[in-house]
């Protein structure tokens, strides 16, 4: 199995710029997270969601968009990219109250 | 509104050098605490969850115990291999996941 995949894995934009990042997952979790982490810091959680269908505002939600495509699928909207996004963006997807399983990150650059 | 605060920040250890980490949470509706680990340029890695005050979990040189407040990563005799960020976070009434600012632990040879 893959667990989570996230694409791409790098990216640089410029500012400005949009992108969508995308996630999925193999588990058949219902709930999946985005994450940033900027360097030397923890993990600040942008958006959830919960079960397919719902969505909700995290920690920083501010500049981002989500989706939830289906049950597999979590994607991330950045609409007009600008220099304090750049950052390392994880997805994660977990079932109940079990552990989360985190993609590989995707590491993201504006100029 | 939820909170998780980590401490020490960053902490460097003589291999067999026991020591504490510490995570304290506020949250509404506590449904579990998570312990992971984070190498360089990785996602982080599950090591425990804990669901309930007075509960402990162990595993080879780590132990993570909970009380109502706070949760304790204790290292027993760690070794190099240990080096890492270790993380903390709670899930809350609604599934939200937080996560702490971590503490970066090395240990040195």
């Known amino acids: 199995n893959a667990g989570v995949t996230q694409t791409p894995k790098f990216q640089v934009l410029k500012t400005g710029q949009s992108m969508t990042l995308q996630c999925a997952q193999d588990m058949n979790h219902n709930s999946m997270y985005w994450y940033r982490q900027d360097p030397g810091m923890g993990l600040r959680l942008i958006y959830y969601?919960?079960?397919?269908?719902?969505?909700d505002k995290g920690e920083v939600p501010n500049g981002y968009n989500v989706s939830r495509l289906n049950k597999r699928e979590f994607s991330l909207r950045l609409e007009s990219a600008a220099p304090s996004q750049t950052s390392v963006y994880f997805c994660?997807?977990?079932?109940?109250?079990?552990?989360?399983?985190f993609g590989q990150g995707t590491r993201l650059t504006v100029v | 509104e939820d909170q998780v605060t980590q401490s020490p920040e960053a902490l460097r250890l003589q291999e067999g050098e026991s020591s504490s980490l510490n995570c304290s949470y506020t949250?509404?509706?506590?449904?579990?605490l998570f312990w992971y680990r984070q190498d360089p340029g990785k996602g982080p890695e599950f090591l425990f969850t804990?669901?309930?005050a007075g509960e402990e979990k162990e595993k080879e040189r780590l132990k993570a115990t909970l009380t109502k407040k706070e949760s304790f990563l204790h290292i027993t005799a760690p070794k190099p291999e240990d080096s890492a960020t270790y993380l903390c976070?709670?899930?809350?009434?609604?599934?939200?996941?937080?996560f702490g600012s971590g503490t970066r632990l090395l240990v040195r040879p």
């Open positions: 804990l669901y309930s």
């Open positions: 949250v509404s509706g506590l449904r579990g």
């Open positions: 969601s919960a079960s397919e269908g719902t969505t």
């Open positions: 994660a997807s977990r079932q109940g109250t079990t552990e989360a399983f």
């Open positions: 976070a709670v899930e809350d009434s609604s599934y939200k996941l937080i």
